[in-house]
């Protein structure tokens, strides 16, 4: 580019000076010294001629170096001006001129750089914002991803990465990265349509659903949202479940007390045992229809975000022998002997109350289906940081597939037998709520033959010394 640059002023430069020549010889000179007729002789027009050459030939030996040096510099900062250019399409951002001068070169270089200042500026707030609707959609809980026109995957946030795990990545296909119908539908009706779609999808990941909403982008693609709806389907599986279990156990006492009161009145003369009788019968549903009631308030109780608990430190022998001296005399009234085992005398946190429920009802399911057995064990032992009880029977034990939804609301191991004995379903529920509330765990033992055991912890109150304080605390 220098030797171009050179070229071309030192053209211009000879042009300037032979045109310099041509008016001073044959206009400028003659009219200066008045014998212009005398130029129109060759050898003075010649003479004059050779002589302007040599002026101009020294001119040009003087002038040249300068134009040299110019045409070098004003080419250097040229090509600088053409690095920077190069520089800031490459991305560096950092890229500035050096510039002194108030010439037009100068100003130029200044321009540019302010214009590369605020470019940069501008890229540095576009990746801030960038970065910051990046961490928003990360922080969701609802899984995105972003699609382009041709069905690649533009981006993802952090929890559709952990639902589709490695095989969603940027520049793939969406259908090689999922593999839900319903999803891929959404998609492709976003994209084609250009319209809202929504669906459900079930088999992104085992034993979730998703609601979907893919819509389509201003600038091409789509959006597509998922938002996780499994416990709400589960909690609204559940509520059906109980409504239809509450209706079922009421239904049944229902039925009886209905049938036996027509069956009174339409009789004009009933008897006075048939009408004793039925009439306990009618007694012995309603008393059910009762305890039905009082059992489910209890579990609304248990359950409501309300639910407080008079927490103070408390012997666990201590709650062991309230026990022994509560439910003694109904255990012995049904053939059975209720017996202590181990019992430490650490401090435990406890609602002494609440306490009295979550034995009286284990102690009453030990009663029920543990009478083959005719005793019952309760106990309690120290453990790390907790506190283990235990209730445990003699009777024919449970099986294990039933082990781990024996605490379910209105569950029963044998339901014919649990509605013969008066048992509503509800009352392991409510013990596995109260232990649940007091930063406990609960959980049932059993062998077929061998008998069941149901056993929670309570966790260690703190030091003696400190016992006094968080006492004074609960009461306050």
Not at 92 to 101: Q, V
Not at 242 to 263: C, D, K
Request: net charge negative; charged share 25%; with cysteine.
């Amino acid at each position: 580019m220098t030797s171009r640059l050179f070229i071309k002023l030192f053209g211009l430069f000879l042009l300037l000076l032979v045109l310099q020549a041509a008016v001073m010889g044959v206009f400028f000179i003659p009219f200066i010294s008045g014998k212009a007729f005398e130029i129109l002789s060759g050898k003075a027009f010649i003479l004059l001629v050779g002589e302007v050459f040599c002026f101009g030939l020294i001119a040009l030996a003087v002038v040249l170096p300068f134009v040299a040096w110019a045409a070098r510099r004003i080419s250097a900062r040229f090509e600088r001006i053409v690095t920077f250019a190069q520089r800031i399409a490459e991305g560096d951002l950092s890229a500035r001129l050096g510039h002194a001068g108030d010439d037009a070169l100068s100003s130029m270089e200044a321009a540019l750089n302010q214009s590369a200042e605020r470019l940069g500026e501008s890229f540095a707030e576009i990746e801030s914002r960038r970065q910051e609707l990046a961490a928003m959609l990360d922080s969701m809980q609802e899984a995105v991803v972003a699609i382009t026109p041709e069905g690649l995957v533009r981006w993802s946030n952090a929890v559709m990465e952990r639902i589709a795990g490695t095989q969603i990545r940027v520049g793939r296909s969406l259908v090689q990265s999922v593999r839900d119908p319903e999803l891929l539908a959404c998609v492709k009706g976003a994209l084609e349509q250009r319209e809202v779609r929504s669906g459900r999808a079930s088999t992104l990941a085992p034993g979730r659903i998703f609601e979907i909403h893919a819509a389509p982008m201003p600038s091409g693609g789509a959006l597509a949202v998922l938002h996780d709806v499994t416990r709400i389907e589960a909690a609204e599986k559940s509520r059906r479940d109980f409504v239809a279990n509450v209706s079922h156990e009421l239904r049944t006492p229902l039925t009886s007390i209905q049938g036996y009161a027509e069956t009174l009145l339409e009789d004009p003369n009933p008897g006075g045992e048939t009408s004793r009788e039925f009439l306990g019968i009618i007694l012995r549903n309603a008393t059910r229809m009762n305890r039905i009631t009082l059992d489910l308030l209890a579990l609304a109780g248990v359950e409501s975000p309300d639910y407080k608990l008079a927490i103070q430190p408390t012997r666990a022998s201590a709650l062991i022998r309230d026990v022994i001296e509560s439910l003694g005399g109904m255990v012995a009234d049904s053939g059975m002997r209720l017996e202590s085992a181990e019992a430490t005398d650490s401090l435990v946190l406890a609602d002494a109350d609440a306490m009295n429920q979550v034995f009286g009802n284990l102690v009453e399911n030990a009663l029920r289906y543990g009478k083959a057995g005719k005793r019952i064990l309760v106990g309690a032992r120290l453990l790390e940081s907790e506190v283990e009880f235990s209730v445990k029977d003699f009777g024919p034990g449970i099986a294990s597939e039933h082990l781990n939804r024996i605490f379910e609301r209105f569950y029963r191991v044998d339901k014919a037998r649990s509605r013969e004995s008066g048992g509503t379903g509800l009352g392991l529920a409510i013990v596995k709520h109260i232990v649940l509330a007091h930063g406990g765990r609960i959980w049932a033992e059993s062998e077929l033959g061998h008998g069941a055991a149901f056993r929670f912890t309570l966790p260690l109150a703190p030091s003696a010394q400190q016992a006094p304080d968080i006492q004074a605390e609960d009461q306050i």
